[in-house]
């Protein structure tokens, strides 16, 4: 009879035996395996939850977008070129974000300083308790409390008699620009522009686009500039 090793004997059917749930368990692979399962499913409900989820505060959200586009502050200068590009500013951050009507006044007063900051800490009381007062309102208070009148007349003035002369046509179109906005109801349509800035340019200019006779104030000046 053959002698059997009892150690080896008492081996083989460990060998031999089936891997069970609770052998996997302790395998160090079935282990990291169900930690990163565990991992997904985690993940997977934050995802989930996040999508459910409220939308952050609308005032706050639109506070924060306004700000992201760090907007200029206004001190209150009597200077209606520095007041309008503010305004400007506002009109196109507002519309970008989309801020909400009803925000505008509050977001856009947040950026006042001095004069301006003094001015609206005693007309708001008054202004707030007008029907339907926004933020075109408040443009208009704007206006007629920051661009006074005698101002108003000083830009009138220098647009009714603007010329070319020894600017170039890049520096005259600039200037015009800026005087239009500050006195639109003297050139209330674009053919009302268009034959302003053709009337202000130097001799030759004026008469090639006189001939050629541009539609719009950007055909106008591309003729001009063209001519340089």
Same mark, same amino acid.
């Given at each position: 009879? &053959? +002698?059997v090793n009892p150690v080896e004997f008492e081996m083989a059917p460990l060998r031999n035996r089936a891997r069970t749930p609770e052998t996997l368990v302790n395998d160090p692979l079935a282990q990291n395996l169900q930690q990163l399962t $565990?991992? /997904?499913?985690t993940l997977r409900n934050v995802i989930l939850n996040n999508n459910n989820s409220p939308p952050l505060n609308e005032n706050h959200d639109a506070a924060c977008q306004v700000s992201s586009h760090r907007p200029p502050t206004f001190a209150g200068e009597e200077d209606p070129t520095t007041l309008e590009e503010w305004i400007r500013t506002f009109d196109k951050i507002f519309e970008v974000v989309g801020c909400p009507e009803e925000r505008r006044v509050e977001l856009a007063t947040f950026y006042f300083e001095h004069e301006a900051d003094l001015w609206w800490f005693h007309e708001? #009381? *008054?202004f707030r308790q007008e029907p339907g007062f926004n933020w075109e309102t408040l443009k208009t208070k704007l206006r007629e409390s920051f661009y006074? *009148?005698?101002v108003r007349s000083a830009m009138y003035e220098e647009f009714l008699h603007l010329k070319q002369g020894l600017a170039t046509v890049v520096e005259y179109h600039k200037r015009f620009l800026e005087l239009t906005r500050l006195a639109q109801m003297l050139? #209330? &349509?674009? /053919? &009302?522009?268009? +034959?302003?800035f053709v009337a202000g340019l130097n001799f030759d200019a004026r008469? *090639? $686009?006189t001939v050629s006779k541009p539609r719009t104030l950007n055909e106008a000046? /591309?003729?001009a500039a063209n001519l340089y």
């Open positions: 009879m &053959t +002698d $565990l991992i /997904a499913q708001s #009381p *008054a006074p *009148a005698h050139v #209330p &349509t674009e /053919a &009302t522009k268009v +034959d302003k008469k *090639a $686009l000046y /591309a003729s």
